[in-house]
């Protein structure tokens, strides 16, 4: 756990506006990380499509990733 | 690429006009919890959007309750958040939202109100417990949309209304909805009464609805929206890296894209799940990066769950399982992964 932490702390060094405690949490959430490290998202979950059009859905977790 | 989301679900009253049988507050709750002040909620506002502008996300406000509309000064917090250039939201009952509600919501900037909407007239008044909700509600769709606003119905399914998907999609399409989404009764508050769907029954639930999201494609879009959805989709390479990394991928959003704010201030991992983890006066930054508890829910080590093949995408609902169990890290007893198996 702590060395795949590490790895993927590692991709959030250069983001000088985060803190390393903001970082050590967005290292732990993948669509997050690939954002801040600007990797296109390999895979969206047909639900977050949805809540694309909707954002309606408190706590469940969609993306949102379109406007 | 688009900003990631990050959003606060705010109470803003816990006042309502209507006293439903699967409300997550208890009636004792909505009449004596404290309200925010004005200053209060600008200074949470304020702080969300200077939160994620530093994170570079994209803010947003949920504002709900109780009923959102009876807050005095929503109009005026709703203007400060635009000014903001929080992205907003409302959750309402929709009895509240006359022609003239309506046109002031559309001119402040709102795209999208959701309505909830919890069966066919009968059943949503009986759970609404007020005879004429139904009306009103259906009502308050019509004005929305009349001024260029999407209405969203929200469902809660439970056993009540089970049999009555197809109507209520049907019902929403024909008093002028957009999108409809169906979410999992959490036995909670005066909720605990009611009966929710057992894991064989939501997995009928979601099974018919993912065919009527095909018959009704083009006249109202049919959300899948709780993460048991993820259930349905072919993600599992996805899923793989991201258990490979240790990370969440999607699915429930504790600890993740938001948190819930009462009207007091005391801040929820999610709304629907009742554990205090601060108050939002000690700040965003405080509550969701350096509380520990939310911290929990990031490490897949932690759920009862994380051996299934799913868990980077999924975990269920967190409320559910607390609701039912008392550990907020149990296996939500919905979950229908095992059914799936065995067809």
């Known amino acids: 756990m702590e060395t795949l932490l590490s790895e993927n702390l590692s991709l959030l060094e250069r983001k000088v506006n985060l803190t390393p405690k903001e970082k050590e949490v967005f290292a732990k959430i993948l669509p997050i990380r690939q954002y801040l490290i600007g990797e296109k998202p390999a895979y969206q979950p047909l639900y977050s499509t949805d809540c694309n059009t909707c954002r309606q859905c408190p706590g469940c977790g969609c993306m949102c990733n379109n406007d | 690429m688009t900003k990631p989301y990050f959003f606060i679900q705010w109470d803003a009253t816990s006042r309502c006009n209507l006293n439903c049988l699967h409300c997550y507050h208890t009636p004792e709750e909505r009449q004596t919890r404290r309200l925010m002040s004005s200053e209060e909620a600008r200074f949470m506002l304020k702080d969300l959007s200077d939160t994620t502008q530093r994170w570079d996300f994209r803010g947003g406000i949920h504002f709900s309750g109780g009923e959102p509309l009876l807050r005095k000064d929503i109009f005026d917090l709703i203007d400060y958040s635009r000014d903001l250039g929080l992205e907003m939201r409302m959750l309402s009952n929709g009895t509240l939202i006359t022609p003239n509600i309506a046109r002031r919501l559309k001119d402040l900037g709102f795209e999208i109100v959701q309505v909830s909407i919890d069966g066919t007239k009968e059943i949503h008044n009986y759970l609404r417990n007020r005879s004429d909700a139904y009306d009103l509600a259906t009502n308050g769709i019509r004005h929305l949309r009349e001024v260029g606003i999407q209405p969203t119905v929200a469902t809660t399914l439970s056993k009540t209304n089970f049999p009555e998907i197809?109507?209520?999609?049907?019902?929403?399409?024909?008093?002028?909805?957009?999108?409809?989404?169906?979410?999992?009764?959490?036995?909670?508050?005066?909720?605990?009464?009611?009966?929710?769907?057992?894991?064989?029954?939501?997995?009928?639930?979601?099974?018919?609805?993912n065919q009527l999201r095909t018959k009704y494609h083009g006249k109202i879009e049919v959300l899948r929206s709780e993460s048991l959805w993820c259930l349905f989709e072919d993600n599992q390479d996805y899923a793989n890296r991201a258990i490979a990394e240790k990370s969440l991928g999607g699915g429930c959003g504790i600890g993740m894209f938001g948190i819930s704010v009462l009207s007091d201030g005391i801040v929820y991992p999610c709304r629907r799940l009742p554990i205090a983890i601060g108050n939002i006066r000690e700040g965003i930054q405080r509550i969701f990066i350096e509380n520990e508890f939310l911290n929990r829910f990031r490490d897949l080590n932690n759920y009862e769950c994380r051996d299934c093949k799913k868990v980077a995408l999924c975990r269920g609902c967190r409320a559910v399982a607390y609701a039912v169990t008392g550990d907020p890290f149990a296996k939500d007893p919905q979950c229908f992964l095992h059914l799936m198996r065995e067809k």
């Open chain 2, 166 to 209: 197809e109507k209520i999609i049907q019902d929403a399409y024909t008093n002028g909805a957009v999108r409809i989404g169906f979410s999992q009764l959490v036995p909670e508050g005066t909720g605990k009464d009611l009966e929710m769907l057992s894991a064989e029954e939501l997995y009928q639930a979601f099974f018919l609805l």
